[in-house]
């Protein structure tokens, strides 16, 4: 069972389309309020930065479980230069994507552990390799993914379980898509091969993790080269 959290747009909705289009069985998640979700038995709604939450959404799949697949998609950003940063917003960010992630991890662990298989994938960013101003808040969650991977895999390793990290670099679809175009075309000069990625660089690297036994606790660099 393939589990994306943050299914609802970019690139979890895409990476949820294309596993079903190949018959995998899958699960996402959403967090805004959304009638057409809310008909669909695929989508739970899922608010990753409340535990409780998470152990609900964990009590209400358990019986579907099987061979777990976490893709951890489901993640929040806020732009601002450090000192002019609003502290509740700099906490939301890392709540979502740091804790949010933690909280999602932690309620479906126990059950791999017992079945004695999983599959972990984080996604972190090239923007927490950068130094990007105007990002701590994204690029100090999306960092912190990269100790909190190498922890996890190293407790869980002997249970059949693997824990690995994405460092995204720009791609067709996802957060960059939504700034100016101006803004895009200044990230495309950066970038070696002068466009951004094709979605399915990060499907074919998520197979691949899926696929391996032994790659653990590693962060893999899918960013055309601009780091």
């Known amino acids: 069972m393939i589990i994306i959290t943050g299914a ?5 909705k895409y990476l949820m ?7 995998r069985k899958v ?14 038995p695929l989508m739970f709604r899922l608010d990753v930065t409340d535990i409780k939450s998470a152990e609900k959404f964990a009590e ?3 019986d579907q479980l099987n061979e777990v697949v976490l893709i951890n998609c489901a993640g929040n950003n806020y732009n601002s230069i450090a000192h002019k940063s609003s502290p509740e917003e700099w906490s939301n960010v890392i709540n979502t994507n ?9 309620v479906l662990l126990p059950i791999m552990r017992e079945q004695g298989y999983g599959r972990i994938i984080n996604f972190s960013s090239i923007v927490a390799q950068r130094g990007i101003p105007g990002t701590s808040a994204y690029a100090a969650s999306k ?7 190498r922890s996890m ?9 693997t824990v690995n990290c994405l460092n995204l670099g720009y791609f067709e679809i996802g957060m960059i898509t939504e700034v100016s175009d101006e803004y895009q075309t200044v990230v495309k000069k950066k970038i070696p091969t002068g466009k951004f990625g094709d979605p399915k660089n990060i499907l074919n690297a998520l197979n691949f993790l899926i696929g391996s036994d032994y790659i653990n606790g590693s962060s893999l660099d899918i960013n055309g080269a601009i780091s």
């Open 143 to 149: 960092a912190g993914l990269w100790g909190m991977t």
């Open 60 to 62: 209400e799949i358990k």
């Open 27 to 40: 699960i996402g998640t959403y967090f805004k309020e959304n009638s057409e979700f809310e008909k669909n």
């Open 153 to 161: 895999a190293a407790e869980n390793a002997g249970k059949g379980i």
């Open 17 to 23: 389309e294309e596993y079903l289009k190949l018959n």
């Open 8 to 12: 609802s747009r970019g690139i979890g």
């Open 98 to 106: 740091l804790t949010g992630t933690y909280n999602i991890i932690r």
